[in-house]
């Protein structure tokens, strides 16, 4: 376990500036990039600390924030109109991460929770929560278990569809970069009350529900060592996804819904039985629906790619996905594919999808080669030569059609694919062997490395193939 980072305080950074201009003899600007400087060296924590803050413009933002916080303070203690001084600090809030960490450090969210929960005005509390939900944007460290018990309250009260889906945007930001509050969530049950509201409540609400399922499973806080983000996924996964599935079949027609409800069961699919469960719900009949219905939207269709990487985890599904009589998705996913070739990111995300779909699978390789897949693959690479997500995912795709199936070799190598193949081995070398597997596969000359012989302490070889 690492050592725990010392936080660095507002007040500690201006004295190590002022430090630096007396001592130093540096300008405003130099020294308080020296300090900054000097405790990251350190190791230290300093997501609470904000180098704007620490100048004359900061200062005076800095004036600006405490005045606004005291008189919220006062004045909602004496029931006097606070509305305006919410709204202001929102909105400097909005304008730079600076002035929400000072914010933050002046005690704003304290301020603000305690407005939140003594409040009965609906006015007041949207405009609270949007102030909150502005203030722990990138900022999330202000979260403690008081405002943890105040989500889930609101979440739980028979309050307003906005001050639901208010409530649901501020949990969100508060699971963003933070492993803390992602589990703190977690152990409160936060998932038995954004169950009820996806299966209860309007689409706008089920939305911002789906948001903050997703951000409960990221795995994106760089000072934990080891995030819960799988079994987080586990847990959801187990008591949602058949609710997912069923609003997918409901509403078919109901486009951003649709996009967000394929893009949380992908987020979903860490477990293989998890893969079952979807399909067993309808989950491939609604993915053929779904690309067929909205095959003009490239966002729809790159997360209907991604979501057949993940159910094709499991191998049964994936021998579904294209074997099954009612599903025979090959001709959807080739059209698909041709249509959009013209995005990149799309089109990665589809190549991504049939390297996934062929992976230990002859029948799936031949299913895909017959429905013309080699000739638009080869296309997009040489479309996106400097694309290294589109030329890795093709050099996947490529190796995992041909490797159990050399007799698509001949059709690869006829669209040209071995010179693009050996451009990357000189213009990709972080993926180097990824290329040299795919080349390797359809028979082309290459000459491989072995990291390990096992004999006599030999640490390299080398040997070229075809």
């Given at each position: 376990m690492?050592?725990?980072k010392v936080?660095i305080t507002?007040?500690?950074?201006e004295q190590?500036?002022q430090?630096n201009?007396?001592d130093l003899?540096?300008?405003?600007?130099?020294a308080?990039?020296?300090?900054?400087k000097q405790?990251?060296v350190?190791g230290?924590?300093l997501s609470g600390?904000?180098?704007?803050?620490?100048?004359?413009a900061?200062?005076q933002?800095?004036g600006?924030?405490?005045?606004l916080?005291?008189?919220?303070?006062e004045?909602s203690k004496?029931?006097?109109?606070f509305t305006?001084?919410?709204?202001?600090?929102?909105?400097?809030c909005?304008e730079?991460?600076?002035?929400?960490?000072a914010?933050?450090n002046?005690?704003?969210?304290?301020?603000?929770l305690?407005v939140?929960?003594?409040?009965?005005?609906?006015?007041?509390k949207?405009?609270?929560l949007?102030?909150l939900?502005s203030?722990m944007?990138?900022?999330?460290d202000?979260l403690?278990?008081?405002?943890?018990?105040?989500?889930?309250?609101?979440?739980?009260?028979?309050e307003?569809?906005?001050?639901k889906r208010?409530t649901?945007?501020?949990a969100k930001q508060?699971?963003v970069?933070q492993?803390?509050?992602?589990q703190c969530f977690m152990?409160?049950?936060i998932?038995?009350h954004i169950k009820?509201?996806l299966e209860?409540?309007?689409?706008?609400?089920?939305?911002e529900?789906m948001?903050?399922?997703?951000?409960?499973?990221?795995?994106d806080?760089?000072?934990?060592e080891?995030?819960?983000?799988?079994e987080?996924?586990?847990i959801?996964?187990?008591?949602?996804?058949?609710?997912l599935?069923?609003?997918?079949n409901?509403?078919?027609?109901?486009?951003?819904l649709v996009?967000e409800l394929?893009?949380t069961i992908s987020?979903?699919m860490v477990?293989s039985?998890?893969?079952?469960?979807?399909?067993?719900?309808?989950?491939?009949?609604?993915?053929?629906?779904?690309l067929?219905?909205?095959?003009n939207n490239?966002k729809?269709?790159?997360?209907s790619y991604?979501l057949?990487k993940a159910?094709?985890?499991?191998?049964?599904?994936?021998k579904?996905?294209?074997?099954s009589k009612?599903?025979m998705?090959?001709?959807?996913?080739?059209?698909?594919?041709?249509?959009?070739?013209?995005?990149p990111?799309?089109?990665?995300?589809g190549?991504?999808?049939?390297a996934?779909?062929t992976l230990?699978?002859p029948?799936n390789?031949?299913?895909l080669f017959n429905?013309g897949l080699?000739?638009?693959?080869?296309e997009i690479?040489?479309?996106y030569?400097?694309d290294?997500?589109?030329?890795?995912?093709?050099?996947?795709?490529i190796?995992?059609?041909?490797s159990r199936s050399?007799?698509q070799?001949?059709?690869?190598?006829?669209?040209?694919?071995?010179?693009v193949l050996?451009e990357n081995l000189?213009r990709?070398k972080d993926?180097e062997?990824?290329t040299?597997?795919?080349?390797?596969?359809?028979?082309?000359k290459v000459i491989l490395?072995?990291q390990?012989?096992?004999?006599?302490g030999?640490l390299?070889?080398?040997k070229?193939?075809?």
């Open positions: 690492p050592p725990k936080k507002q007040k500690d950074f190590a500036v430090e201009i007396n003899g540096l300008d405003e600007v130099e308080i990039e020296e300090a900054f405790f990251e350190q230290a924590d600390v904000s180098k704007k803050s620490a100048g004359v900061g200062s933002k800095l600006e924030i405490k005045l916080i005291k008189n919220i303070k004045k004496a029931g006097q109109e305006k001084e919410i709204q202001d600090l929102k909105l400097l909005d730079d991460i600076s002035n929400r960490v914010a933050g002046e005690g704003a969210y304290t301020v603000l305690k939140l929960n003594d409040s009965i005005n609906n006015s007041i949207t405009d609270v949007k102030a939900t203030l944007t990138k900022n999330p202000l403690d278990i008081e405002g943890v018990k105040t989500i889930i309250s609101f979440l739980k009260k028979n307003e569809s906005i001050i208010l649901l945007k501020w508060c699971c970069m492993e803390k509050n992602r152990e409160n049950d998932v038995a009820e509201l209860t409540s309007e689409s706008e609400i089920q939305k529900v948001s903050l399922m997703r951000a409960l499973v990221l795995d806080d760089v000072r934990v080891f995030g819960n983000a799988h987080a996924a586990r959801i996964a187990s008591e949602t996804l058949c609710s599935t069923a609003l997918m409901k509403n078919q027609n109901d486009e951003k996009f394929m893009n987020a979903l477990r039985e998890f893969c079952q469960k979807v399909e067993t719900a309808g989950g491939l009949e609604l993915i053929k629906k779904v067929t219905l909205f095959s490239e729809i269709v790159k997360q991604k057949i159910l094709a985890g499991n191998d049964e599904v994936k579904d996905l294209l074997q009612n599903i998705l090959a001709p959807i996913i080739f059209r698909s594919l041709d249509n959009h070739k013209g995005n990111s799309c089109a990665a995300a190549l991504s999808a049939i996934a779909l230990r699978s029948e390789s031949k299913i429905a080699p000739e638009t693959i080869v690479m040489k479309l030569p400097n290294k997500t589109v030329q890795k995912s093709g050099s996947w795709a190796r995992n059609m041909v050399r007799d070799c001949g059709t690869f190598l006829s669209f040209g694919v071995e010179e050996q000189i990709h993926f062997y990824d040299k597997a795919a080349l390797r596969d359809l028979g082309c490395t072995e390990w012989t096992g004999k006599g030999a390299t070889t080398k070229t193939i075809g």
